[in-house]
């Protein structure tokens, strides 16, 4: 859900002591703020107990290694592409991977990119794998590399 910043401080300013505030960041549990990609990810899969990250990472043939360090926030920034084709492996809706992308200072899928605009095809028909994405990529004449 959006929320408009004015309401929020609206509420802000009736919360008159520690449980308002408590509720307000239980209300709003979904706008939490991360600085950085491995709190952003432990939160996600804390969130998605049913994850099996090594399957994830098979599923995203992305070196293990390296898909370790963006996962736990030691690779902060990391490529983009390999970036998004993490978080769809994840399971991840477009919404959370526009914010890893902010979160790691990348720039956010765009749809006047083709290579964006196939990409979030891909997200909102729920594509789990590398592998699905490359098909898809290669059926309409793109590439990741």
Do not use: W
Not at 24 to 51: A, C, Q, V
Not at 52 to 72: H, M
Not at 109 to 124: E, G, H, M, R, S
């Amino acid at each position: 859900m959006n929320y408009r910043t004015t309401d929020l401080m609206n509420e802000l300013s009736n919360a008159s002591n520690g449980d308002s505030f408590k509720n307000y960041i239980n209300e709003h549990k979904d706008m939490t703020s991360f600085t950085n990609l491995g709190d952003f990810f432990n939160d996600y899969i804390r969130r998605h107990p049913d994850l099996d990250i090594t399957d994830v990472i098979k599923r995203s043939n992305i070196d293990r290694g390296y898909a370790y360090q963006i996962l736990n926030g030691r690779k902060s920034h990391p490529g983009k592409y390999k970036l998004v084709i993490l978080c769809i492996c994840l399971g991840m809706k477009l919404k959370d991977i526009q914010r890893a992308l902010t979160i790691s200072d990348n720039a956010i899928l765009y749809p006047k990119i083709t290579l964006d605009a196939a990409l979030i095809v891909c997200i909102n028909n729920n594509y789990r794998s590398a592998l699905e994405v490359e098909e898809f990529l290669s059926e309409n004449g793109l590439s990741l590399i």
